[in-house]
Nanobody, 135 residues
Framework: QVQLMESGGGSVEAGGSRRLSCQVS????????MGWFRQTPGKELEAVAR????????YYADFARGRFSASYDNAESTLILQMTQLKPEDTAMYRC????????????????????????????WGQGTQVTVSS
C-alpha cells in the first residue's frame, strides 16, 4: 500500500517562494500518475500539476504555469512542488496524490492520461500541507 506524506507548508509573504515535498512510501510500481492538488474551504480540489512519473511529463494548471515547477526525485521517492511569485490567492491546503496506471493504458497515451485525470480518479492521497500567503 502506497502512502504519501507532504511537508514544506507554512506562511510566506506575497512574492515569496515555498518548496513542498511529498514523500512516497510503500510498494510502488512503474506506470504511475501523481499530482499536486489544492483546496480552500468550501471549494473543490483544484489541480495544480499532474505528472506522468515514468517520463517526468508534467501538465500545469494555467495559474501555475511559469510560477510553479513540479518534479519527481526517483532517488528519494519524493514529489516536489517549487512555488515562486506566490500570491494571496495561492493560500490553500496542498495535497499530493497517486494513481497506478492500469495495464490497458498503452505507453503512447499515458502522458495525456495522467495530464487529464481529475481528483476523483486518484485513489491515494496525502493529508496535505497548508500554505498561507499574506499580502
Amino acid at each position: 500500500q502506497v502512502q504519501l506524506m507532504e511537508s514544506g507548508g507554512g506562511s510566506v509573504e506575497a512574492g515569496g517562494s515555498r518548496r513542498l515535498s511529498c514523500q512516497v512510501s510503500g510498494s510502488t510500481s512503474s506506470g504511475t500518475c501523481m499530482g499536486w492538488f489544492r483546496q480552500t474551504p468550501g471549494k473543490e480540489l483544484e489541480a495544480v500539476a499532474r505528472i506522468y512519473v515514468d517520463r517526468n511529463k508534467i501538465y500545469y494548471a494555467d495559474f501555475a504555469r511559469g510560477r510553479f515547477s513540479a518534479s519527481y526525485d526517483n532517488a528519494e521517492s519524493t514529489l516536489i512542488l517549487q512555488m515562486t511569485q506566490l500570491k494571496p490567492e495561492d493560500t490553500a491546503m496542498y495535497r499530493c496524490t497517486y494513481l497506478p496506471i492500469g495495464r490497458g493504458i498503452t505507453e503512447d497515451v499515458r502522458p495525456a492520461y495522467c495530464g487529464s485525470r481529475e481528483n476523483h480518479a486518484y485513489p491515494i492521497w496525502g493529508q496535505g500541507t497548508q500554505v498561507t500567503v499574506s499580502s
